[in-house]
């Protein structure tokens, strides 16, 4: 089975036709797909400007979305390599307790709904990489807060477990993101809103 690195050449190889280079770009999100795998193809074509559907989009587009992703997977394996190197020394020192950072890490193990969204159609409008940072800055302060960690977003709404979601928890209604819960003020989440069953946000 052929690894990202493997894959993000074929999608950059000019002598694939486009089709083979989308069907690449779309095998990378199996390795690594922040949002889930759906809703990060889904970024992604909403950023660069490519129909999700399209068979045949431009390969300058399928370029321009890999770029975008590698940059957001280089930013989580310098994470993942901060995160054992810290985990390490704790051990060394006898702090083998898990924390509130450390089930989130093995939650997100292998970078897949790093990030998970309420939709696979509502993400944020920023980078991949931008949103990452934010969200491991606020998992490693340590400090809850009552807004979103993504966007500033000061209103939630709870999302139970359901099929189409990756998780369940507090969702921003600003940018669909759903925080870790211990990312937040008891506050904020006493003040989370029901979603309805089928899945959209509750009437404000």
């Not at 949002?35 to 909403?46: D, P």
């Not at 969702?171 to 759903?178: I, Q």
């Not at 979603?195 to 404000?204: K, P, T």
């Given at each position: 089975?052929?690894?990202?690195?493997?894959?993000?050449?074929?999608?950059?190889?000019?002598?694939?036709?486009?089709?083979?280079?989308?069907?690449?770009?779309?095998?990378?999100?199996?390795?690594?797909?922040p949002?889930?795998?759906?809703?990060?193809?889904?970024?992604?074509?909403?950023r660069?400007?490519?129909?999700?559907?399209?068979?045949?989009?431009?390969?300058?587009?399928?370029?321009?979305?890999?770029?975008?992703?590698?940059?957001?997977?280089?930013?989580?394996?310098?994470?993942?390599?901060?995160?054992?190197?810290?985990?390490?020394?704790?051990?060394?020192?006898?702090?083998?307790?898990?924390?509130?950072?450390?089930?989130?890490?093995?939650?997100?193990?292998?970078?897949?709904?790093?990030v998970?969204?309420?939709?696979?159609?509502?993400?944020?409008?920023?980078?991949?990489?931008?949103?990452?940072r934010?969200?491991i800055?606020?998992?490693?302060?340590?400090?809850?807060?009552?807004?979103?960690?993504v966007?500033?977003?000061?209103?939630?709404?709870?999302?139970?477990?359901?099929?189409?979601?990756?998780?369940?928890?507090p969702?921003?209604?600003?940018?669909?993101?759903?925080a870790?819960?211990?990312?937040?003020?008891?506050?904020?989440?006493?003040?989370a809103?029901q979603?309805?069953?089928?899945?959209?946000?509750?009437?404000?």
């Open positions: 089975m052929a690894g990202f690195r493997a894959l993000a050449e074929q999608v950059r190889n000019p002598r694939l036709v486009t089709a083979q280079r989308r069907t690449a770009l779309r095998k990378c999100l199996e390795r690594f797909a949002y889930g795998h759906r809703a990060t193809w889904h970024h992604l074509c909403t660069v400007g490519i129909a999700t559907h399209d068979r045949d989009p431009d390969p300058e587009r399928l370029v321009a979305a890999l770029a975008e992703l590698e940059e957001a997977r280089t930013v989580w394996l310098a994470y993942e390599e901060e995160f054992a190197a810290r985990r390490r020394q704790e051990k060394h020192h006898g702090i083998r307790q898990p924390s509130a950072i450390d089930d989130w890490h093995r939650r997100t193990w292998g970078g897949c709904d790093i998970p969204c309420e939709s696979p159609h509502r993400h944020p409008a920023a980078r991949l990489a931008v949103v990452l934010r969200m800055a606020a998992m490693e302060s340590g400090r809850p807060r009552r807004d979103c960690p966007c500033g977003g000061t209103r939630f709404a709870w999302v139970a477990e359901r099929t189409g979601c990756p998780a369940s928890g969702a921003c209604r600003e940018c669909g993101v759903l870790p819960a211990s990312v937040l003020t008891p506050e904020a989440l006493a003040s809103e979603v309805r069953g089928d899945g959209a946000f509750a009437a404000a």
